[in-house]
């Protein structure tokens, strides 16, 4: 049994479990003095390179938007898990104008592009700027942030993934119990799914179908490779109607590959190298 539950404030912490990046935003205010505090809700707005952009939410009155509104620049960092302690320090509420990284084993060095400055030990930082703040009524701060620099360890460059995610060590945010325990994942047990699609597998989605298929020749269907996989669905569809078939079998499938000479190593010539 399924059962809808009331929607509160801060919902998204209340009872919905919404694992996220745990980051520290850093900026000064409008005389330069250092701020930090940690931040969540951020994610990718604009995913190209062109204008890369993320969006990250705040509490109106927090020192940190206050500081990105009056002075259009901030820096996310990425704490590893080992420093979760320092950047719960963060979060508790100083008198304006206190550095809370003072009273933190955190250090700062300075940012490349941006004033505010970067936490010296996390791992994977982005400096930003901003381009657009949104005010919702009586609701968060949002700011749409260029992002000007992503910025790692150097030795983190190189690794593959999988060394990279232990090396990094990043802890999944759980959400907390009414803004007093906070809740993280850490020494998580990272796992690995192979897609088994390639890289132009979208073009897949691409398809339409125009008649009922059979659950095995879809999954035939599957194998085809995408770039061809219009065709051969447009043909075979086709073929079975021209049988008087009213849905695709693997059997009319199987017939018309034959028919058409498309063999294995027909579908080879189209099909793109898995890399990684
Ligand atoms: C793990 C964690 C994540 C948080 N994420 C957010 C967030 O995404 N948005 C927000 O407004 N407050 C968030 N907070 C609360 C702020 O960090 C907290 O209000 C802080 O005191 C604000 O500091 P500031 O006034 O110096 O910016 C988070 C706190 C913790 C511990």
């Known amino acids: 049994m399924k059962k809808e539950v009331k929607i509160r404030p801060f919902w998204y912490s209340d009872m919905w479990l919404f694992p996220k990046l745990i980051t520290i935003i850093t900026t000064l205010d409008k005389q330069g003095r250092i701020n930090a505090a940690p931040y969540s809700h951020i994610m990718q707005y604009d995913v190209m390179a062109k204008r890369p952009r993320m969006i990250v939410g705040f509490r109106q009155d927090s020192h940190t938007f206050v500081n990105i509104?009056?002075?259009?620049?901030?820096?996310?960092?990425?704490p590893s898990a080992d420093h979760l302690d320092d950047m719960m320090d963060t979060a508790r509420f100083y008198p304006e104008g206190v550095n809370e990284l003072e009273h933190t084993s955190l250090t700062t060095v300075p940012s490349l592009h941006v004033k505010p400055p970067t936490i010296a030990e996390c791992p994977q930082i982005a400096e930003c700027t901003v381009d657009e703040i949104i005010r919702l009524e009586k609701s968060s701060g949002i700011?749409?942030?260029?992002i000007k620099a992503l910025v790692f360890d150097e030795e983190l460059l190189e690794m593959p993934r999988e060394q990279r995610i232990h090396a990094m060590n990043l802890p999944i945010g759980l959400g907390d119990e009414s803004r007093r325990d906070y809740f993280h994942a850490v020494d998580y047990k990272v796992t690995k799914h192979e897609l088994g699609e390639p890289?132009?597998?979208?073009?897949?989605?691409?398809v339409q179908l125009g008649m009922t298929w059979d659950d095995d020749a879809l999954q035939s269907l599957m194998t085809i490779p995408p770039g061809v996989r219009k065709m051969v669905t447009e043909q075979t569809e086709k073929h079975a109607r021209e049988k008087g078939d009213n849905k695709v079998t693997l059997v009319s499938m199987q017939?018309?590959?034959?028919e058409a000479g498309m063999s294995d190593e027909f579908f080879d010539r189209f099909r793109t190298k898995k890399t990684g």
């Open 69 to 78: 509104c009056d002075t259009g620049e901030f820096v996310v960092n990425c």
């Open 143 to 146: 700011v749409i942030a260029n």
């Open 199 to 206: 890289p132009d597998a979208f073009k897949g989605g691409e």
């Open 255 to 258: 017939e018309l590959a034959e």
